[in-house]
């Protein structure tokens, strides 16, 4: 969701309402949305250029995440390459210059991680794609100066490390121009000032143990770190005013949201009196207000405006639809090994307990679940069960140890702490110990397969989206971005780390595994190749275990509302045959 910097009335809006998830051209204004994009898979990320003229997006094959970048007119009309020649390629996004002279992207291959540039002409015209800067290390970005003289990438400590410095390059030559790192540390660069010729970076470091902002200046080499004492949890800025004097904040604590903007001038911190719940994208629109796409538990995300002085809500620009009244969620807390604190997001069904109930998972691992509508987990309440999502070790915004905790040990601490969840649940009454099922998708099917093999007594069944059951298969089978990270996740690839990566795959523990187990995975997946998961299947019918494999034709998930639905609707009956509900109760 995004405004054209120079051109008000254009926004990109990506959406559902056609029953797949595709690109719209917004009409601010007008709060009307005009479908772009028509992808049998759908498409969930673009990016509108500074001119309102064209809408950027990489187009892939059936979902596998390798393709091109292409662009198509904000009029609509067919999409066109901007990297021709170059081979289809795996990225983590595309970036521009706010003057939208510059449009720069990261790629991978087996030599390394690669910056590439595309300088735009005063007619719109593109030039050919250069490869600027190339690096056996993990790059990020880019971040563009404001007149695309300078590009700064975060890159990886070294081509086995999740820390991050930050690289300043000449996007003319690709000489580096300067940098900043800070030891055993990460940081992130956001954006720079929205003015030619400011060479300040606003950007994020957890040096202090929890993320908090700092302005660069490139040019100058000159840092001022924002310390913001007195606040909790992690702070990440989001953006610049357009006049360079403020910056909007995003503070996450303990896995709630709230907004603040600081003055760089006067160094004040203002709090924003906001609506509660998950704010996904933030910005200082050009009208004045601070533009959000918000979501709670019990509302769908829709696109707001706020008093950019105050926080209150001004009007919003485009509304979820109505829907039946859903059950909120409670954030909740539990300790778990070495009394580590695990937050989560439980919702409890009507009637008293104890109930059937579900441990979700989310992806990630580097993410967080913060208080969203969650369409499934409103589902599964309406059917009777208590619903737990948590935030694990290895999630992001609860600080670095609790970041860190899982390297080179990856799932072992994230099943202690879904136990931890479990045994919680029953102990206060509200879970049925018979009847708790792990669930979750990407990440959290990975750790959902784990758990069954590794703590089998403890689960009445599991249901896995699109997992990885053998890391070691998994890494053979993926893109070269995410061979790099998780490469540095274990600590060195599968050759180097074989004892790492077999300890950490559930394959190794399908002997073990007693429950029932679904498991829902995409033909098309390159995040979690289905390799893996035709592996384990095999293995466990070999061994006579209950197992479901549902196979279908798309990627990393799903975006088309029906497919979406017919995944919930097997994992509703899956659980209630389980549990011995009858059969009209699950549909």
Request: proline residues 7%.
């Amino acid at each position: 969701m995004q405004v054209a910097t120079r051109a008000h009335a254009r926004g990109l809006v990506a959406s559902n309402v056609s029953g797949t998830f595709q690109l719209h051209a917004w009409d601010v204004p007008g709060r009307r949305l005009r479908a772009l994009t028509n992808r049998s898979t759908g498409i969930l990320t673009g990016l509108l250029g500074p001119d309102g003229s064209f809408v950027y997006y990489h187009d892939d094959a059936s979902g596998n995440e390798i393709g091109h970048f292409v662009r198509i007119a904000f009029e609509g009309g067919a999409p066109q390459s901007i990297t021709p020649g170059v081979p289809p390629y795996p990225t983590f996004g595309l970036a521009v210059s706010g003057a939208g002279n510059r449009f720069g992207f990261v790629t991978a291959s087996e030599e390394g991680f690669h910056l590439w540039v595309i300088d735009v002409g005063v007619d719109g015209a593109l030039g050919p794609p250069r490869r600027i800067y190339s690096s056996p290390r993990l790059l990020d970005g880019p971040a563009f100066s404001h007149d695309g003289t300078i590009a700064v990438v975060a890159a990886s400590a070294g081509a086995r490390s999740l820390r991050f410095e930050l690289v300043a390059l000449d996007t003319a030559t690709g000489r580096v121009i300067g940098g900043i790192a800070d030891a055993d540390s990460r940081l992130g660069a956001v954006a720079f000032a929205p003015l030619p010729g400011d060479a300040r970076l606003v950007a994020h470091s957890n040096r202090t143990g929890v993320a908090r902002p700092l302005v660069w200046n490139v040019v100058l080499d000159a840092r001022v770190d924002i310390a913001l004492e007195g606040l909790e949890g992690e702070i990440y800025p989001a953006d610049w005013s357009a006049d360079g004097r403020r910056v909007l904040l995003e503070q996450i604590a303990r896995a709630v949201q709230r907004l603040y903007v600081f003055d760089l001038v006067e160094e004040v911190l203002t709090p924003l009196h906001h609506p509660n719940g998950t704010y996904g994208r933030v910005y200082f629109a050009p009208d004045g207000t601070i533009h959000a796409l918000w979501e709670d538990s019990t509302h769908p995300p829709q696109i707001i405006a706020l008093d950019e002085c105050t926080g209150a809500l001004v009007s919003t620009l485009l509304p979820a639809p109505e829907l039946a009244p859903c059950r909120p969620w409670q954030s909740v807390s539990f300790p778990s090994t070495d009394n580590q604190q695990i937050q989560g997001w439980l919702a409890l069904p009507d009637g008293p307990g104890p109930s059937p109930a579900i441990l979700h998972l989310h992806g990630g691992p580097e993410a967080a679940m913060t208080e969203v509508f969650g369409p499934a987990s409103q589902s599964w309440l309406d059917h009777g069960f208590a619903f737990l999502s948590i935030n694990y070790r290895g999630s992001t915004t609860f600080g670095r140890a609790f970041l860190e905790q899982i390297w080179a040990d990856v799932g072992r601490l994230e099943v202690e702490d879904m136990v931890a969840a479990r045994s919680w649940l029953v102990k206060e009454g509200i879970a049925d110990p018979a009847r708790v099922f792990a669930t979750g998708w990407s990440y959290g099917g990975y750790l959902t397969l784990l758990a069954l093999g590794t703590r089998p007594d403890l689960w009445a069944g599991g249901m896995a989206g699109i997992a990885v059951a053998d890391w070691a298969i998994a890494h053979e089978d993926t893109t070269d971005t995410l061979r790099g990270v998780r490469a540095a996740r274990f600590g060195g690839t599968p050759e180097e780390q074989p004892d790492r990566y077999a300890a950490s795959s559930p394959i190794t523990y399908a002997q073990h595994v007693k429950a029932p187990v679904l498991i829902i995975q995409g033909r098309n997946d390159t995040r979690t190749p289905p390799r893996s998961v035709e592996m384990y299947e095999a293995k466990m019918k070999a061994l006579g275990k209950a197992i479901e494999v549902h196979w279908f034709d798309a990627g990393h998930g799903s975006l088309v509302v029906d497919q979406a639905i017919e995944h919930h609707e097997l994992m509703l009956r899956f659980a209630g045959r389980i549990i011995g509900a009858p059969e009209s109760s699950a549909s």
